[in-house]
């Protein structure tokens, strides 16, 4: 084997591996709202949905008032999070809303 296949080999596998590790995210206190930053990290649709019904709080509440590290819980979750295109459509689904226009002609 040559030189440069060597080096694309070793430029590859050393790519696989960085992007295989991922962030840990370890709670600095247990409130609440670090418990449920932690658990929408994991991407369990079922585990954030009972975390979210015990914390008394809404799901719209949960998305758009809760911060974590500084982030918004949403884009917190698309950063570092698992299966996050899931969770984010679960915990999005209440910023759509739907608007019915009637448009008449008149002659």
């Known amino acids: 084997m040559g030189i440069k296949k060597i080096a694309v080999i070793a430029v590859v596998c050393s790519g696989m591996f960085i992007s295989v590790q991922a962030k840990e995210f370890e709670a600095t206190d247990s409130s609440l709202y670090t418990d449920l930053c932690l658990t929408a ?9 009972n975390r979210i019904k015990s914390s008394g709080y809404s799901r719209k509440f949960v998305a758009n008032k809760i911060e974590c590290n500084g982030e918004n819980l949403l ?3 698309q950063h570092h999070g698992k299966n996050s295109t899931v969770m984010l459509k679960m915990l999005d689904r209440t910023r759509t809303s739907v608007s019915i226009t009637d448009i ?3 002659d």
Do not use: I
């Not at 991407?43 to 949905?49: E, I, R």
């Open 41 to 49: 990290l994991e991407g369990n649709l079922a585990k954030m949905h």
């Open 75 to 77: 884009s917190f979750v």
């Open 104 to 106: 008449a002609k008149l």
